[in-house]
């Protein structure tokens, strides 16, 4: 398994889980990306910290990625290489070239190819998006299965004139947000955002929002949990707004579904999603959602039944879906106990997902 994923060791429960199941189907090598400082041992685990300081360090990682797939090859010989993304695939092939083995090359779609660079980071990684589009028709047409997780990402597949191999979610460790019942909503108004503050989440738009909202909501709150690129955007929204907004750049899993269970909705307004793990894990909790009707959210949330969808890009019309859904408990109510009937298709064991895995691993390195 490849990418550009960052693992610390000892993996963390839900992980170790994942991977303990994988383990009783498949011999499991990952080949990914470790923090600066971080430690631990895994033999399954081959972790390259960073190459290069700073903004050099991606291009970094994927500049020696090939090298490195094509040793991993030569020396363990694998059946089949899980790659996930366009970019890294592209690179992963390469390597296989220069290692002159046969090993079999399966691409893990989980969204938008085109996100990586166009909504994520900095003004640098977008001016190589006509480059990453390219890597990604390369990898889509040469890879020897592709494996989606929605049919949104099966959609974006077709598109590119190839079939997915198979389509299920991956693993989401979603205990903790089954441990206990959902509670009901708190008095006060509350929508939560969780998620990187990256240009594809669209905090620029949410920020623009709430401006709007919050005036037409006495008492209500908008919580924010994530970091990244936009940070400076978020701490604007603060100052401007300080009784209305409060803002934590991270929390462990079991304080998001605490954060949820303290919300009356959550919002996602995103400009891409592949699929949307927080939806799920706010479905769990009881919680509708108020989000862009883009990419795979409208696979899990429909529209005035479990959730408000909004075209994306439209602060105005996310700025009325808060209102409406924070000025009206039943409303509220309503989402909510729909979204948790609607949480059932996507739960799923670690064991389930690891069977799937090695059938996705049996049906590729069997073909002729």
């Not at 299920?168 to 509670?183: I, N, Y």
């Amino acid at each position: 398994m490849v990418g550009r994923t960052r693992y610390t060791l000892p993996l963390d429960p839900s992980l170790a889980r994942k991977f303990d199941a994988l383990g009783r189907q498949l011999e499991v090598r990952v080949l990914a990306a470790r923090p600066a400082a971080a430690g631990g041992h895994d033999p399954r685990f081959r972790l390259f910290g960073p190459a290069a300081p700073g903004r050099l360090e991606g291009a970094a990682f994927w500049g020696l990625l090939p090298f490195r797939v094509a040793r991993e090859l030569r020396s363990w010989r694998p059946d089949a290489v899980l790659s996930q993304g366009g970019q890294e695939t592209a690179l992963v092939l390469l390597g296989r070239a220069l290692s002159g083995t046969a090993t079999r090359v399966i691409m893990d779609v989980h969204g938008d190819p085109g996100s990586a660079t166009r909504l994520y980071g900095s003004r640098l990684r977008r001016a190589l998006a006509p480059l990453g589009d390219l890597l990604t028709r390369v990898a889509i047409h040469r890879a020897d299965g592709v494996r989606t997780i929605s049919a949104y990402t099966s959609d974006l597949v077709r598109g590119y004139g190839v079939e997915p191999t198979a389509t299920f979610p991956a693993f989401m460790d979603l205990d903790p947000f089954l441990a206990t019942p959902p509670t009901a909503p708190p008095n006060r108004p509350v929508a939560l955002f969780v998620g990187v503050l990256e240009r594809y989440k669209a905090i620029d738009i949410l920020a623009e929002a709430w401006r709007r909202a919050s005036p037409r909501v006495p008492g209500a709150e908008l919580r924010l949990v994530g970091r990244g690129t936009m940070t400076a955007t978020v701490e604007r929204l603060v100052a401007d707004l300080p009784h209305s907004t409060h803002w934590v750049p991270r929390v462990p899993t079991p304080e998001v579904a605490r954060a949820l269970d303290e919300a009356t909705v959550l919002v996602l307004p995103s400009r891409s999603e592949g699929l949307g793990r927080v939806v799920i894990e706010a479905f769990c909790r009881g919680r509708g959602v108020v989000a862009s009707r883009v990419g795979g959210i409208p696979d899990l949330v429909e529209d005035g039944v479990s959730g408000l969808l909004v075209p994306p890009g439209d602060a105005g019309a996310l700025a009325d879906a808060l209102v409406r859904v924070l000025t009206d408990d039943e409303l509220a109510l309503g989402l909510g106990r729909a979204a948790r009937m609607a949480v059932e298709p996507w739960l799923a064991s670690p064991d389930d997902y690891a069977l799937r895995m090695r059938e996705l691993v049996d049906d590729v390195v069997g073909r002729p």
